[in-house]
Nanobody
């Protein structure tokens, strides 16, 4: 079973950029879609909202209007890595960020993803 790990969370100031990384060691991402999700700090993981996803084809889809144009999801299958590039971060982006996988294609339904990691925290100060 796929199990992923998120990394790259940090404390930054508004307007700065940050890259989060999703990796796996047990299997490969080649035939999986990888989604990124987040929930506000202190909230239960059930409050996770879909940010975006990249399908096995490399096509990215974004679900959260507030991140469109600022966040980019990309994948490097050779490195078994999916990256969430976040630009122009704002205090409202403060959250715990997670990645998870599902076969082939993307969906905005959290319940259709598996292999959730422990998350990585991003804090954006004004």
């Amino acid at each position: 079973q796929m199990q992923v790990t998120e990394s790259g969370g940090d404390v930054v100031q508004a307007g700065e950029s940050l890259n989060l990384t999703c990796t796996t060691t047990r299997l490969t991402f080649d035939h999986y879609a990888v989604g990124w999700f987040r929930h506000p700090l202190g909230h239960h993981p059930s409050a996770r909202a879909g940010i975006g996803c990249i399908a096995w084809t490399g096509e990215a889809t974004y679900y959260l209007d507030s991140v469109k144009g600022r966040f980019t999801v990309s994948r490097d299958n050779a490195k078994n890595t999916v990256t969430l590039q976040m630009n122009d971060l704002q205090p409202e982006d403060t959250a715990s960020y997670y990645c998870a996988v599902r076969p082939l294609s993307c969906t905005d339904s959290n319940q259709q993803y598996s292999g959730w990691g422990q998350g990585t925290q991003v804090t954006v100060s004004p």
